[in-house]
């Protein structure tokens, strides 16, 4: 069983950093790809980041050279480092994870791929 725990969110301006946290509280299987996704009203649940098995990082554009997915694998914890926030990030952020072999660098934006979702974390950005 997984279990993903998300902290970090936050009321923050425009320009400002957060970084979020995702833990695996109870990591029994091998994820083979983890990532961020983020929901803001009104809209449909997007991508924001992914990580592979192999390491391999990808990004939405509207956050690339912005934003930075990273794993403490002696932690359990996924990382999303947030800089540069905008306005437009203002959304809830999902951490989400797979133990399924479809879920890979050139798949991971398919929520579908993904078994195990996070309760979400609020993320609002002023201007």
């Known amino acids: 069983q997984v279990m993903l725990r998300e902290s970090g969110g936050g009321a923050v301006q425009a320009g400002g950093s957060l970084r979020l946290a995702c833990e695996d509280v109870?990591?029994?299987?091998?994820?083979?790809?983890m990532g961020w996704f983020r929901q803001a009203p009104g809209k449909t649940r997007e991508e924001v980041a992914g990580?592979?098995?192999?390491?391999?990082?990808t990004y939405a554009d509207s956050v690339k050279g912005r934003f930075t997915i990273s794993k403490d694998s002696a932690k359990n914890t996924l990382y999303l480092q947030m800089n540069n926030l905008k306005p437009e990030d203002t959304a809830v952020y999902y951490c989400?994870?797979?133990?399924?072999?479809?879920?890979?660098?050139?798949?991971?934006?398919?929520?579908?791929?993904?078994?195990?979702w996070g309760q979400g974390t609020q993320v609002t950005v002023s201007s």
């Open positions: 109870q990591y029994t299987k091998k994820r083979t790809c």
């Open positions: 990580l592979d098995s192999d390491g391999i990082t």
């Open positions: 989400a994870a797979s133990t399924l072999d479809i879920c890979n660098s050139g798949s991971w934006t398919m929520r579908a791929y993904y078994n195990f």
